[in-house]
């Protein structure tokens, strides 16, 4: 078992930064695979971010450039730092963990991200 919690969002303007943090406990082998998914009204619940624990990571194509993963494996933590935000970047945005990029297995509350123009 995997309990995600994470911090951070809130209300920017466009072109701004946000730093989201996620700290995990619990089983070592739920949390190989850490990342950040997103979902916004009326669209589908999409990647954002993910990083294993020996720092692979992936990006979504939106989001390259402008946003970087990273975690701190001692203190089981993942992080996003989100920069140059954009509208379209507004969305609940998940923490999730796994025993692999393949499995999705837990999922933290969301924290809410608005980027206003």
């Known amino acids: 078992q995997v309990q995600l919690a994470e911090s951070g969002g809130g209300l920017v303007q466009a072109g701004g930064s946000l730093r989201l943090s996620c700290a995990a406990s619990?089983?070592?082998?739920?949390?190989?695979?850490m990342g950040w998914h997103r979902q916004a009204p009326g669209k589908q619940r999409e990647l954002v971010a993910a990083?294993?624990?020996?720092?692979?990571?992936n990006y979504a194509d939106s989001v390259k450039g402008r946003f970087t993963i990273s975690r701190d494996n001692a203190k089981n933590t993942v992080y996003l730092q989100m920069n140059s935000l954009l509208p379209e970047d507004t969305a609940v945005y998940y923490c999730?963990?796994?025993?692999?990029?393949?499995?999705?297995?837990?999922w933290g509350q969301g924290t809410q991200v608005t980027v206003s123009s």
């Open positions: 990083i294993s624990r020996g720092g692979t990571t």
């Open positions: 999730t963990s796994g025993p692999n990029f393949n499995i999705d297995r837990y």
């Open positions: 619990g089983s070592i082998f739920g949390t190989n695979a």
